[in-house]
Nanobody, 122 residues
Framework: QVQLVESGGGLVQAGGSLTLSCAAS????????MAWFRQAPGKEREFVAG???????YYADSVKGRFTISRDNAKNTVSLQMITLKPEDTAVYYC????????????????WGRGTQVTVSS
């Protein structure tokens, strides 16, 4: 059981950057596969990036080259560094955790944060 809390969202101009953080409670954080998802109004929640327990990363094509996911197991945190932001990146960003693997479908994650809003203005 892990509790996740996202932070770092806000309003940014197109082309700008923002870094999101996900703080996890518990002492078993290093055993979790972590991921970031996002959901825009009227759209389904979509996979953004994932990271394994050992640090191997996965990215959606839409963010590859612009977003970087990382983890600090000592600090129980996962970050999402976002650069060259676009209006289509506007969404609520959620942190998710799994004990099995990195999934690209949200329904397979048992643990979720409450989300943080990212708004990119044109």
């Amino acid at each position: 059981q892990v509790q996740l809390v996202e932070s770092g969202g806000g309003l940014v101009q197109a082309g700008g950057s923002l870094t999101l953080s996900c703080a996890a409670s518990g002492r078993t954080f290093s055993t979790y596969f972590m991921a970031w998802f996002r959901q825009a109004p009227g759209k389904e929640r979509e996979f953004v990036a994932g990271i394994t327990r050992s640090g191997y990363t996965y990215y959606a094509d839409s963010v590859k080259g612009r977003f970087t996911i990382s983890r600090d197991n000592a600090k129980n945190t996962v970050s999402l560094q976002m650069i060259t932001l676009k209006p289509e990146d506007t969404a609520v960003y959620y942190c998710a955790a799994s004990t099995i693997t990195v999934y690209t479908t949200p329904g397979r994650y048992p643990h979720w944060g409450r989300g943080t809003q990212v708004t990119v203005s044109s």
